[in-house]
């Protein structure tokens, strides 16, 4: 079984600690387009109009200040720099060492930056959206969709994959539709389903911390993930296509 979230639009930044160190990171093969990006990351945001390229507001000012010097700034484990409901969710600091090693092993993070990230890679706390388009490198999600397309497909292979992204993150890659499920959440009122975002978010990484925490072996198929976010929530699936993934919807309480 592979997680696939998208990383937090707010992150932390580490306090201290070296910088990243390139070849480390997971997926090395990456690497080159990772440079790409953050050399165009770094161009547009010491721009003066650097706020309205990259679509943040005035608030962001030292996040935007802080992608122009990336190759120095400390780094720390994903894991520690991303945050926010979906990640505070999951709770990784509060799982025993066997489930971080299985969070380590089972989480890929797909990333605006760095193409796909593990738990354990060392990255420094940066500000940039999919959806962003950069210089010389176009709209984020158009490349990286070959470069992951060639990367993720062989680390797919054999493996389950619960698709906790957002639509911006989940348009960079388009795993095998067989063995994907997409995780969505709804509210039911009066027999009316109604999608949910901000609970959305927080129920993804709950889903996360309970594959991740929960005994007995992963979920292999679709209908065994069924059963097991059963086990905390009333969901049904979705039964997917040659063409379109299988769906897990998720139905809070009212």
């Known amino acids: 079984m592979l997680i696939l979230l998208p990383p937090s639009e707010g992150k932390t930044p580490a306090v201290r600690g070296s910088a990243v160190d390139w070849p480390s990171l997971s997926f090395p093969a990456l690497n080159t387009h990772r440079a790409a990006v953050l050399e165009a990351l770094g161009t547009v945001s010491a721009h003066e109009d650097a706020l309205a390229l990259l ?4 608030s962001l000012r030292d996040d935007v200040d802080r992608n122009t010097r990336l190759h120095a ?4 484990p994903a894991h520690q720099i991303y945050t926010g409901v979906l990640y505070d969710a999951l709770g990784y600091k509060t799982l025993t060492p066997t489930q971080r090693r299985k969070a380590d ?3 890929l993070v797909v990333s605006a930056l760095w193409g796909v990230i593990r738990f354990a890679d060392r990255v420094p706390a940066y500000r940039l959206s999919m959806g962003t388009a950069l210089p010389d490198v176009g709209r984020l999600a158009s ?5 992951l397309s060639e990367a993720l497909t062989k680390a797919a292979s054999g493996h389950l994959l619960v698709d906790c992204r957002s639509s911006t993150y989940a348009a960079a890659w388009a795993p095998p539709p067989a063995h994907t499920v997409a995780v969505n959440v709804f509210t039911e009122v009066n027999g009316v389903r109604k999608v949910v975002s ?3 978010k927080h129920t993804r990484g709950e889903l996360a911390r309970h594959l991740l925490a929960r005994r007995g072996r992963a ?3 679709a209908a065994q993930l069924l059963k097991a976010a059963r086990e905390k929530w009333e969901a ?3 039964e997917g296509s040659a063409r379109k993934p299988h769906a897990l919807n998720i139905i809070l309480p009212n």
């Open 55 to 58: 679509g943040v507001g005035a």
């Open 73 to 76: 700034e400390p780094a720390a």
């Open 105 to 107: 092993e089972s989480v």
């Open 143 to 147: 490349f990286w969709k070959p470069q």
């Open 198 to 200: 901000h609970f959305a």
């Open 219 to 221: 979920p292999e198929t």
């Open 236 to 238: 049904e699936l979705a």
